[in-house]
């Protein structure tokens, strides 16, 4: 059983920078896929970021160059550094961990990005 933890979140200006974490316990960290998504009020879940293990990143078009995500096998956590933060980048973020057709979730962060 894996449990995903995340943190880092909360209110930011427009223009300001958070880092979120997102701690896995368990022993497949670091052979899993790490992606984050988010979701706004009335809207779908979609994807933000993944990273592979072995460090491949793949970004949604809305956060490319703004966005980074990162992984530390061995703290068994992922991170997502976000920059240059938007109104439209307010959602609960949400970590996801998988391993073939295995899913786990975190139980998401509020990133709220307002003046």
């Known amino acids: 059983q894996v449990q995903l933890v995340e943190s880092g979140g909360g209110l930011v200006q427009p223009g300001g920078s958070l880092r979120l974490s997102c701690a896995a316990s368990?022993?497949?960290?670091?052979?899993?896929?790490m992606d984050w998504y988010r979701q706004a009020p009335g809207k779908q879940r979609e994807l933000v970021a993944g990273i592979t293990m072995d460090g491949n990143t793949n970004y949604a078009d809305s956060v490319k160059g703004r966005f980074t995500i990162s992984r530390d096998n061995a703290k068994n956590t992922a991170y997502l550094q976000m920059n240059s933060l938007k109104a439209e980048d307010t959602a609960v973020y949400y970590c996801?961990?998988?391993?073939?057709?295995?899913?786990?979730w975190g139980q998401g962060t509020q990133v709220t990005v307002s003046s």
């Open positions: 368990g022993s497949i960290f670091s052979i899993s896929v």
């Open positions: 996801n961990l998988h391993w073939g057709a295995i899913h786990y």
